[in-house]
């Protein structure tokens, strides 16, 4: 519980402090990328409740610790597929963390600077279903970085590269639509784009939401699969070499 | 060399307060050797942790080598040893022998006294082989050996013991029970343990005291010990004091 | 103690260097890290000339001048953030039994030198900044100044959260909000920030005199929220005030561990 307040009150702080930096850039060149300053302080706040339920600071799975004492022989014989299982468990924990990490933050960000929500049950439905196909993406990109373990003896630096390209490249930082240039066309194009910009986005109403759902569906696609591949190639690896 | 005057320990427990210890008085002279036997929760630990300045008594007085413990921690540290068998005071990830290698900067013992004690115990506890391995992937044997070489490296003047056998398989029993007894007969090193198990008493301490709720429920030789009571074996024994003591 | 503190760091450093190839990548990776930052300060002057009136060099100075003291203060102390662990398992026990500071034992503790990666991107951050700067040099005395002063700060800033920790054992990560948002905060020029918030990061915890009120000295710039020009110069004397705080608070904080555990 205590913990709980501890992370939401950390996420407030560093949300207002993120918001000032964009508040002065678009006092600098109004209306930038097709934002106006409101919409911009939402985007803050917005993609700061995304950080618990996505873990975009890495973490969250348990699989790195449970290669590293063997326990993963114990859940690869489980009939039910270890990723689905992981799935399972990640989505309970992203609903969990974003009432009382994700909420409060952007409640805070609505009082003291004022941010727009969407207008009408539409908005909102489409918001939902980005919100839970970027949750998806998180966690299959996160799933695929914690199997690693097993190839890697030191997982400490994927983690790092990890955490460098989520932070960077999911406009968690700045918005995406401010790259300059073709490093904003490759970022807007790359998965991590999927977890953060695209739904944020499409709460804006800044995006054309079919494209915005099928480039989210397709990298889930895309990286699921990846996952079920390492999953069969691990399974492969412990049953042969027996952990 | 050891001096406790009405000392107690209190703590608050949801508003409550708990004495762990209260109205303690004993002392320990230089050289002697000491086992201090007590029921789960009857506050050895904390009596333990109030000599090395770990924790602060709240009523009365302590002194070690003449020492306040918690106003004089760092001065008192130079001259006590202690090991927790529960619990290891070495440093997990780092091999053995760099755990020692702190230790001398920390005590800022001369690097040619600490190489001749360093060996001698070494020697003595049979430790080179470990010397490399890390302190966790020592059995608890070996790392009582490195704690008990830790707590010596400074050739402190007391020794405090909490439940160094704890765990230990009859052969490492042995050992560091030799070890202790030699300790003390050649260095003169004054011994405080605490212990749950009877044969440390029996090989170890010429005189016990026990301790029940926080207060002392006896304080004698081995001897007056078993005279307590008719019962044959020291088990007996302290069994039937530990119960008339709870009562 | 700073014997002591050296001497020890130099040991677990050696540890450290038995594993040389995770060493190396600790290293790279921290600059990999720290570039984020630096990457996203680049990309909003991609897209303005001026950030609350300071052009890109004036912030990358400041940007500069802040994270040197921030990276090796979280080198040297960040260790200290492990204290809730260790309070809560016990191992606190050990470092009271040594005959040294708890303060040097607790923050040496599995010291390693690999965040030497982000102290050296900021360094280069500070010199390219400065070579495009031209800064005058009888104002240039200023800027070790400034850093030492960051470093008092940074340093008080973590041992007051680690202190906080004997208390409320349950949540390390407020403290991280103090310790990483003071890194944070210090990233851009104060005149982002609103009014109050830098009256607060003033007055009551001095957070601008790690580079914001030395770093307008070095500017040659007055104060857009006008505040006296002797605070310029008062950032030593703040620092050594939170320093004594924190020292007492540590002090506090290690008389009411209770050492749970058996």
């Known amino acids: 519980m205590w913990a709980a307040v501890a ?24 209306g930038l990328a097709g934002y106006d300053v409101i919409d911009a302080v939402t985007f803050c706040f917005i993609t700061q409740a995304f950080i618990g339920p996505m873990q975009l600071f890495g973490g969250g799975l348990t699989i790195p ?5 063997g326990d993963i022989a114990l859940d690869l014989v489980r009939p039910a597929s270890l990723q689905a299982c992981s799935l399972a468990e990640d989505l309970g924990r992203a609903a969990y963390l974003l009432l009382v990490r994700g909420i409060p933050p952007t409640m805070l960000g609505a009082l003291m600077f004022g941010i727009v929500f969407p207008t009408g049950a539409g908005q909102w439905a489409a918001f939902l279903a980005s919100f839970l196909l970027a949750v998806l993406v998180s966690f299959a990109w996160r799933y695929l970085v914690a199997l690693s373990v097993c190839w890697l003896t030191d997982d400490r630096g994927i983690a790092t590269v990890s955490l460098v390209l989520t932070t960077f490249f999911s406009g968690m930082m700045v918005p995406l639509s401010i790259f300059p240039g073709w490093l904003g066309d490759l970022a807007s194009a790359l998965p991590w784009a999927a977890m953060v910009q695209v739904p944020a986005d499409v709460y804006l109403g800044k995006a054309d939401l079919a494209d915005a759902l099928a480039f989210q569906a397709l990298w889930a696609a895309v990286l699921l699969g990846l996952g079920a591949l390492a999953t069969h190639a691990i399974r492969h690896k412990v049953v042969i070499q027996g952990g | 060399m050891i001096e406790l005057d009405r000392a107690g320990r209190s703590f608050k427990v949801k508003r409550a307060l708990v004495h762990a210890v209260r109205d303690l008085s004993f002392r320990v002279e230089p050289g002697e050797f000491v086992g201090y036997l007590g029921p789960n929760g009857a506050g050895k630990s904390t009596t333990i942790k109030m000599l090395c300045g770990i924790l602060t008594p709240t009523s009365g007085r302590v002194r070690v080598a003449g020492l306040d413990p918690s106003r004089r921690r760092t001065t008192l540290a130079r001259r006590i040893g202690v090991v927790f068998g529960q619990r290891t005071t070495l440093w997990w990830d780092l091999p053995l022998k760099d755990s020692f290698e702190l230790i001398r900067l920390l005590y800022k013992v001369d690097r040619k006294v600490f190489r001749e004690r360093l060996d001698e115990l070494v020697e003595t506890l049979d430790l080179a082989e470990f010397l490399r391995t890390p302190v966790r992937q020592l059995s608890l044997g070996q790392r009582m050996r490195g704690d008990l070489t830790a707590a010596l490296l400074h050739a402190p003047d007391v020794l405090v013991l909490d439940e160094p056998t704890i765990g230990l398989d009859v ?8 070890f202790l007894l030699r ?3 050649e260095r003169g090193t004054t011994v405080l343990l605490t212990t749950h198990d009877l044969g440390d008493i029996e090989r170890l301490c010429r ?15 081995l001897e007056q010990l078993m005279a307590t009571s008719p019962e044959e074996t020291i088990e007996e024994v302290v069994t039937r004091l530990y119960t008339r003591a709870g009562q | 103690m700073v014997r002591t503190y050296a001497l020890l760091a130099w040991t677990w450093t050696r540890a450290a260097a038995a594993y040389p190839v995770s060493f190396a990548l600790m290293v790279v990776f921290g600059f990999a890290l720290a570039a984020v930052d630096v990457g996203v300060i680049l990309v909003v002057f991609a897209n ?12 990358l100075f400041l940007y500069g001048a802040a994270n040197i003291a921030f990276s090796s203060v979280d080198m040297c102390v960040g260790n200290i953030d492990r204290i809730s662990q260790h309070i809560k398992a016990g191992t606190f026990d050990a470092f009271l039994i040594r005959p040294a500071s708890t303060w040097v034992q607790t923050t040496v503790d599995r010291f390693t030198p690999t965040r ?3 102290v050296l991107q900021a360094v280069i951050v500070l010199g390219v900044a400065m070579a495009e700067l031209d800064v005058p040099w009888q104002r240039v005395w200023m800027v070790p100044v400034m850093i030492a002063t960051a470093m008092v700060i940074f340093a008080s800033l973590w041992t007051l959260a680690g202190a906080l920790q004997f208390v409320v054992t349950d949540a390390p990560e407020v403290c991280n909000a103090f310790t990483y948002g003071g890194g944070q905060l210090s990233q851009y020029p104060f005149s982002v920030y609103g009014r109050d918030l830098v009256r607060g990061v003033t007055y009551v915890v001095p957070l601008a005199f790690i580079n914001w009120q030395p770093g307008l000295y070095v500017l040659g710039r007055d104060d857009p929220f006008g505040t006296p020009g002797f ?11 939170l320093a004594l705080l924190a020292a007492l608070a540590w002090r506090q904080g290690v008389r009411r561990y209770r050492s749970t555990g058996s």
């Open chain 1, 7 to 30: 992370g939401a009150f950390t996420n407030s702080v560093f949300g207002i402090l993120r918001a000032y930096v964009l508040i002065a850039l678009w006092q600098a060149r109004p």
């Open chain 1, 65 to 69: 610790e449970r290669i590293r004492s």
């Open chain 2, 171 to 178: 052969i490492s029993k042995n050992s560091i029970r030799a």
């Open chain 2, 183 to 185: 300790v003390n007969a």
């Open chain 2, 207 to 221: 005189r016990v005291m026990v301790i029940d709720h926080g207060r002392l429920a006896f304080d004698g030789s």
């Open chain 3, 48 to 59: 303005t000339t001026s950030l609350a009136g300071f052009t890109r060099p004036e912030v």
């Open chain 3, 116 to 118: 030497i990666g982000r």
């Open chain 3, 231 to 241: 605070l310029r110069f008062a950032g030593p004397l703040a620092a050594l005030l």
